[in-house]
C-alpha cells in the first residue's frame, strides 16, 4: 500500500525556480533561485520578515491547523541579493553557524555573514559555477563548473574580497557537475563530471587517484 506523504510547509517568496537548498543547524533554510537572490527562511513561525510576501498567509495559519495537517507558510527572514547570475549552490559554514556560502554562475563565490546580510568576502573566477563543498575540517571550498577545472579556495588565507583559487585540479573533460569533500579526511575529494565520470582526489597531489 502507497504511503501518501504531504508537506508541512511552503517557501514562497522567489521569483523564478530554485536552483538550491541547504537547511542549517540554528533552523534556517537558505534557497537559491535562478532570480539570483538567495532567501533565508526561519522554521520558527514567530519569527521573520513581517513584511515577506507570505506574512498574511502566516497570520492566518496557527499549529493546531498545521498539526492536523495544513500546509503552514513559513517565515521569510531575509534576502541576500549580490549575485548576477543564477545561484547554483549554497553551503552553510561548519565553523560558523551564521556564515553561509554560495556559488553562482557569475562565476563567483561569496562568503555571507547573514546576520547583517551582507557579503564579507568573494572568490572570483572565470566560468559559471555550478557546484560546491565545504571541507568538515579545513575550511576549503570545493568549486566546479564549466572551466572543466575543480578550483580550491581557502577563505582564511585570503584578507580581500576577491581572491584567485589557491589551487586547480584538472582531469575532466567536461563540465564538472558535482563535488564533495570526504567526511572523514580533509585530503580527500570526489567529483563527478559531464564526460560521464566519477573521480576521488587527494589535494596533496595534482592527479585523481
Excluded at 517565515?75 to 559554514?93: E, I, M, P
Excluded at 564549466?146 to 589557491?166: C, E, F, N, Q
Aim: charged content about 20%; overall charge neutral; aromatic content about 6%.
Amino acid at each position: 500500500k502507497d504511503v501518501k506523504v504531504s508537506p508541512i510547509g511552503v517557501l514562497e517568496g522567489h521569483k523564478d525556480g530554485i536552483e538550491s537548498v541547504a537547511a542549517s543547524e540554528e533552523g534556517l533554510i537558505a534557497t537559491g533561485s535562478w532570480d539570483k537572490s538567495i532567501n533565508l527562511w526561519s522554521l520558527d513561525s514567530g519569527e521573520g520578515n513581517e513584511n515577506g510576501p507570505e506574512s498574511k498567509k502566516q497570520k492566518g495559519s496557527n499549529s493546531k491547523a498545521t498539526k492536523q495537517g495544513a500546509v503552514e507558510s513559513m517565515k521569510l527572514k531575509s534576502t541576500l541579493t549580490g549575485h548576477t547570475g543564477c545561484v547554483s549552490d549554497v553551503r552553510w559554514s561548519h565553523d560558523t553557524p551564521q556564515h553561509l556560502f554560495s556559488a553562482s554562475w557569475d562565476h563567483t563565490v561569496h562568503q555571507w555573514d547573514v546576520a547583517t546580510s551582507a557579503s564579507i568576502q568573494s572568490h572570483i573566477g572565470n566560468k559559471a559555477l555550478y557546484c560546491m563543498d565545504l571541507q568538515i575540517e579545513g575550511g576549503q571550498v570545493a568549486m566546479g563548473g564549466a572551466s572543466k577545472l575543480i578550483h580550491l579556495w581557502d577563505p582564511r588565507v585570503s584578507g580581500a574580497r576577491t581572491s584567485s583559487g589557491t589551487m586547480t585540479l584538472s582531469s575532466h573533460t567536461h563540465w564538472i557537475s558535482s563535488v564533495k569533500w570526504c567526511p572523514h579526511s580533509a585530503n580527500h575529494l570526489v567529483s563527478g563530471s559531464y564526460d560521464g565520470s566519477v573521480k576521488v582526489w587527494d589535494i596533496r597531489a595534482t592527479v585523481p587517484l
